[in-house]
């Protein structure tokens, strides 16, 4: 499989998550509908940060087994357990310094004949919901960049039956995380134009491509730690801030349906991931 081919491959699994961004644009969701979105959000969500954080720990359990087989010393393991833990914590502490900076940061002021410069250069104002949006959706580009590392190393490797499955699964997994990015603002019925769900879909899908690219040439345990955990981290934050938005809509079982249906889409398209043996 030459270059050409393989970043063919990244393209593909990474531009399958514009087939969830459309939903984004519903109209009008009833608030039990709005919950139940949101809780779907959720549920996919809660299953990245379990399904990025394992591949992240791999390489420090493999270091924690070359310690216990006597093959490698304590370097790596403090090495590597750092990077996990200290990419978590600028994903999560990161978003919420940005979050609170956001909050608080004192509005220009507005009036008759005046207008705001965010007013002025993009001809709205940036809402919660697309704010959300945006961060699901980096996030999430940041995971499939990891992905995108794998596709490029196996076909690198000459593992192309490995490339060609890691690429349907993944495929199958963006779809459900264009869904992810837009459902806090179909749950508050906000439509977005079809540029910002452009935008949102190159932001989260793009760096599988770029992965792939990368991967292709050299493969790294701290670039894919490094990559991984500030995704973990970034899409914790979100689940945070979703979990307080459901709880005070109320509506407990629509909460607790929606994580499920989250979780099992999650589980389920990952059944062709592990299928491949990745």
Do not use: C, K
Not at 39 to 48: D, E, P, Q, R, S
Not at 129 to 140: D, H, S
Not at 158 to 172: K, P
Not at 222 to 235: C, E, H, Y
Request: charged residues 10%.
């Amino acid at each position: 499989m030459d270059e050409g081919q393989t970043l063919l491959l990244g393209l593909v699994a990474g531009a399958t998550i514009m087939l969830g961004l459309p939903l984004g644009r519903m109209r009008g969701p009833s608030p039990r509908l709005q919950v139940l979105l949101n809780a779907i959000t959720i549920g996919i969500l809660l299953f990245l940060v379990w399904d990025v954080l394992s591949h992240a720990w791999e390489p420090v359990d493999a270091a924690v087994g070359a310690l216990h087989d006597g093959t490698a010393g304590l370097g790596p393991v403090i090495g590597l357990a750092l990077l996990f833990l200290v990419g978590n914590a600028v994903g999560l502490l990161g978003l919420a310094g940005y979050e609170h900076w956001m909050t608080h940061r004192r509005e220009p002021a507005t009036g008759p004949g005046a207008m705001a410069a965010a007013e002025l250069t993009t001809g709205r104002r940036v809402t919660p919901a697309r704010r959300m949006a945006l961060l699901i959706a980096i996030g999430i580009g940041m995971h499939n960049f990891g992905e995108g590392l794998a596709i490029g190393g196996s076909a690198a490797r000459g593992e192309l039956s490995l490339a060609t499955l890691l690429v349907i699964g993944f495929a199958l997994h963006n779809a459900t995380e264009g869904f992810g990015i837009v459902a806090p603002l179909a749950a508050v019925g906000e439509r977005p134009g079809w540029s910002f769900l452009l935008l949102m879909g190159l932001i989260g899908g793009g760096p599988t491509f770029i992965g792939t690219a990368v991967g292709q040439q050299f493969t790294s345990d701290l670039l894919s730690i490094t990559f991984l955990t500030l995704a973990a981290g970034s899409i914790l934050y979100v689940v945070i801030q979703l979990v307080g938005v459901a709880v005070r809509a109320g509506r407990p079982w629509a909460l607790y349906g929606g994580v499920l249906v989250g979780l099992a889409a999650g589980f389920v398209t990952d059944m062709v991931v592990t299928a491949a043996g990745a």
